[in-house]
């Protein structure tokens, strides 16, 4: 019996194949990557974002802070106000369960900008870089958004007048699974490393 059973069941493969749940097998087979990928793709995109805004705000109220402390000690290694930016920061940082890879106040500035990385703590590579440029030249007229490295524009804009403003600019590494996910499906997808924001304030002193 047992036998005749299993010939009747052979028998009707063919049929189940040729059937609608052949074709619904398949449908899911041929769609369920494009879904993974789409997802992905919309997590990973709106946690860039989101980071991408938290990093802007914070820069921010970097910028602030530093622009509003007093300038008469820019000739040290670390002055107050560059140390002031520093500590928003990293409290923010600490604050937001975000990792900042370790990052301290050392570095060797580089005319009036100062520039502190880290990639520590399991932190994913590049890491985080801190720049501080408490000379940012800023033209009174024509001023465009400034680099991710606050590279000051040249002193002397429109009719010989600048602002001598704070410039802070955050680059944080950000681990994309968008593109290993497209990788799968045979496309290379090229992201930054980095999630950088920036962020100008006029100095008050």
Not at 167 to 187: D, H
């Amino acid at each position: 019996m047992s036998l005749l059973r299993n010939l009747r069941t052979w028998h009707q493969l063919p049929t189940l194949w040729r059937g609608e749940q052949a074709a619904q097998l398949a449908e899911f087979a041929i769609s369920l990557p494009l879904l993974v990928f789409f997802v992905v793709g919309i997590f990973d995109f709106s946690s860039a974002f989101t980071l991408k805004q938290k990093l802007t705000n914070i820069a921010r109220d970097a910028a602030r802070n530093a622009a509003g402390d007093p300038a008469n000690d820019l000739q040290s290694s670390a002055p107050l106000s560059v140390v002031d930016a520093f500590q928003v920061i990293d409290n923010y940082f600490k604050a937001n369960n975000l990792n900042d890879c370790g990052i301290t106040v050392s570095g060797t500035p580089s005319a009036l900008s100062w520039t502190f990385t880290a990639n520590g703590n399991g932190c994913t590579p590049p890491g985080l870089t801190i720049t501080i440029n408490r000379g940012y030249f800023l033209p009174s007229t024509g001023a465009s958004l400034p680099a991710v490295g606050c590279n000051s524009a040249s002193s002397g804009g429109a009719n010989g007048l600048t602002i001598i403003a704070t410039c802070v600019s955050i680059q944080y590494a950000y681990p994309w699974r968008f593109g290993r996910v497209a990788n799968l499906l045979g496309t290379s997808e090229i992201l930054p490393s980095q999630i950088s924001a920036t962020a100008v304030a006029m100095n008050e002193n």
